[in-house]
């Protein structure tokens, strides 16, 4: 009986216990999850506290069959992941017209996400019903079919709408129309449907903002005939069987969860029974359990998932009671040990309140607290950190170890739609930087630590492959950044027409890795001088002189094109004063402030020079030298 | 399971499904005293029972679960699974 759950849940919402009693609906919603258990969570949440939590997003979903039970399921599920869902569901089948008309209900709803719900047996139903008619020239002929309406609708829909579109691919038949034949050949029916959900993949790859939902192995992930009602499919046009809603529900919500925005950026993980069996500080490097043996092996199984987890760009980090030094050995000297001391960008092993801990690496990585996931084998650690930071996304883990990687692999909070250059990196970064802050504290000198960091950075006109990231820092960057301009690519793209304009980026890279695209600056010829539109550095790299670098290959530009002055705009915001002093230390004069409090900087290049600082190498490409 | 607890567990489904106080419910409850028991409440009924109860309705006793009484009645004769 869930009663007894449902009237605690209602006692914590009325003494304002919010961690208590969304722990408490996450749990009935596993336990029970069908439409009653849903309307109750989300009448939950029409309190004004929990409601005002969460981001709203509108879902339009085309389909053709019935998909109005899975509703109360998915909104639940996303409302106890912070998102609160206002549904249009089309009509059954009409999921052409709403794309093609641009005045279409769909249209009119002006959705942030459309899912395209669709079953071969409507996109193709020769192949699904009458497969057995068919010649291997008529399968050919259908599955080019499909893949053509596919991809008709596909660009079609980008076309009219910007909104983020999500394809369900194509379930295959649990028993093919020719029975166990249908393996033996290309031209088998299962063969044909993967085939279409193979071309799927190339549309939506070629379109941007279009994700394909593997919808068919979902299916087999709970398996086919356990998925499938066939009762309610012929009663109700309802495919899916009342036990596997919430499944169908929660794989939509690790979609939304990375559309919305909603996702961790980094991992903090417990060691002593968490990446490892026992206390290393009691039973020692030769007495805790990590190994490929039981019960070593569901350690090493959890580490491989947080290992996958890194190369997805998740930032990683450790928070742990224990003595540093009886910790770091382990990491550094385990034999097994799968995550090492570089894998890391922050540590906290020490005997501090955790959640203060967490605090500190928010900080410490410049990331917001609501951008960290949990994961620690302690009811305690999470219920204090849960209830401590209720904006931390603490990992529900089962008592048994086994199952600990299962339930981080499942964790939606990690989920990616796609990933760049730059996020393939990115954890490497951060573990990096925690090298470096090593470094600086060790180095006798600022100028020693420069030095020793071995800097070299690239600078160049922004190209095709650049211009994307460049137009990203331009609006995301708000520490470092003159002027804080923001502009998007086809912005870019347009100045880059004008004969007196110049947009560079900046590469960097130092002996703890490769920084990627950081920099970027725009100039512009205004009359007798070359004026500095904006220059920005990512949080990433300022203060390693860096900044000084760029500048000084502004300044030889410009000389090189004859000019003599160079002038640079600064315009002052709420968060970049840590560039306020950059034109006047440079040996810039200030010449005017607009009535705005935007100040124009001049530097004369016939009496000066800004000299790149001699420990960086400039202007090389970086490849070249790693 | 007995026959009360069975009754308990519909009523309270029913009730939070449609958002009715349970006490408003009887054995006579249907879609015409409930004004959310509409066809998609129905299937939402349907299938919400299923779950809980782990059983499967056929296509003729969803059309005939149409009062309170009638569905406790059809559910005890499949003997579903307790809790």
């Known amino acids: ?626 | 399971m007995s026959a009360l607890d069975l009754e308990a567990r519909v009523y309270s489904i029913v009730a939070e499904l449609f958002n009715v106080r349970i006490d408003n419910l009887m054995p006579e409850s249907s879609p015409k005293t409930i004004e959310s028991w509409d066809s998609t409440g129905h299937l939402d009924l349907v299938l919400a029972l299923e779950q809980e109860f782990g059983v499967q309705f056929s296509p003729d006793q969803m059309d005939q679960m149409m009062n309170l009484n009638t569905i406790v009645e059809i559910l005890a004769a499949m003997k579903p699974v307790g809790r």
């Not at chain 1, 849903?38 to 969460?54: G, M």
């Not at chain 1, 539109?533 to 990512?538: C, P």
Request: glycine share 6%.
């Open chain 1, 1 to 626: 009986m869930t009663e007894p759950i449902r009237a605690s849940i209602e006692s914590s919402l009325t003494t304002g216990d919010w961690y208590a009693a969304s722990t408490q609906m996450r749990r009935l919603l596993l336990a029970s999850p069908n439409a009653a258990t849903a309307h109750f969570i989300l009448r939950c949440f029409e309190v004004e506290a929990l409601r005002s939590t969460c981001t709203d997003v509108r879902v339009v979903f085309l389909r053709s069959f019935t998909l109005e039970p899975a509703m109360p399921l998915l909104r639940a599920a996303a409302v106890l992941n912070g998102l609160r869902l206002s549904v249009q569901l089309s009509d059954f089948n009409t999921y052409s017209q709403e794309v093609l008309d641009p005045g279409s209900r769909m249209y009119k709803f002006d959705p942030e996400v459309v899912i395209l719900a669709i079953q071969a047996q409507d996109l193709v139903p020769e192949l699904w019903y009458r497969y057995a008619e068919l010649d291997a020239a008529a399968v050919d002929e259908k599955v080019e079919a499909a893949e053509a309406i596919l991809a008709e609708l596909i660009r079609a829909f980008r076309h009219y709408h910007r909104a983020h579109l999500i394809v369900h691919n194509l379930e295959i038949p649990s028993v093919a129309a020719s029975g166990i034949l249908d393996a033996q050949s290309d031209a088998g029916q299962a063969q044909a449907i993967r085939r279409i959900n193979h071309a799927m993949v190339k549309i939506a790859n070629q379109t941007p903002g279009v994700y394909v939902l593997d919808y068919d192995a979902l299916v087999s992930r709970y398996g086919r005939l356990h998925w499938r009602d066939e009762q309610k499919w012929l009663s109700a046009r309802m495919p899916i069987s009342a036990g596997c809603l919430g499944y169908l529900a929660a794989e939509y919500v690790r979609f939304l969860i990375p559309l919305a925005g909603r996702t961790c950026k980094a991992l903090v993980v417990d060691l002593d029974n968490t990446l490892w069996g026992g206390l290393i500080g009691e039973d020692g490097l030769s007495g805790i359990q990590l190994g490929p043996e039981y019960p070593g092996a569901a350690f090493l199984n959890l580490q491989r998932a947080i290992l996958d987890l890194y190369r997805r760009g998740i930032i990683l980090a450790i928070c742990s009671k224990n003595n540093a030094g009886d910790a770091l050995e382990a990491l550094e000297n385990h034999p097994h040990m799968l995550l090492r001391p570089h894998h890391f960008a922050a540590m906290r092993i020490n005997w501090n309140d955790k959640a203060q801990n967490l605090r500190e690496i928010a900080t410490e990585l410049n990331i917001g607290i609501g951008a960290l996931g949990f994961l620690d084998d302690s009811p305690e650690e999470r219920e204090q950190v849960g209830r401590q930071l209720p904006e931390v996304c603490v990992i529900d883990l089962p008592k048994d170890p086994m199952g600990f990687s299962t339930a981080l692999r499942e964790c939606p909070a990690f989920e990616r739609l796609s990933l760049s250059a730059e996020d393939l990196q990115r954890s490497g970064y951060y573990a990096g930087e925690r090298q470096r802050k090593g470094l600086a504290e060790q180095a006798p000198s600022l100028e020693e630590f420069y030095r020793s960091l071995d800097i070299c950075v690239e600078i160049g006109p922004v190209d095709a492959d650049s211009l994307k990231r460049v137009a990203q820092l331009t609006q995301k960057t708000n520490q470092f950044n003159l002027t804080t301009r923001r502009y998007t690519e086809q912005q870019i793209t347009e100045l880059l027409h004008l004969a007196d304009w110049y947009v560079y980026y900046l590469r960097a890279a130092d002996k703890f890795g490769d920084n990627g695209i950081v920099g970027v600056a725009m100039t512009r010829k205004v009359g007798e001088n070359m004026e500095i539109d904006n220059l920005l550095l990512s949080c990433r790299v300022v203060g390693r002189s860096i900044e000084t670098a760029f500048l000084a290959h502004l300044a030889q530009e410009a000389l090189q094109q004859g000019f003599h002055l160079l002038r640079g705009w600064f315009v002052t915001t709420r968060k970049n004063a840590v560039s306020k002093n950059f034109y006047s230390s440079h040996g810039f004069h200030p010449v005017s402030t607009q009535p705005n409090g935007e100040t124009l900087w001049e530097f004369d290049l016939s009496k000066g020079q800004i000299h790149c600082p001699e420990w960086i190498r400039c202007s090389v490409p970086i490849q070249c030298l790693r």
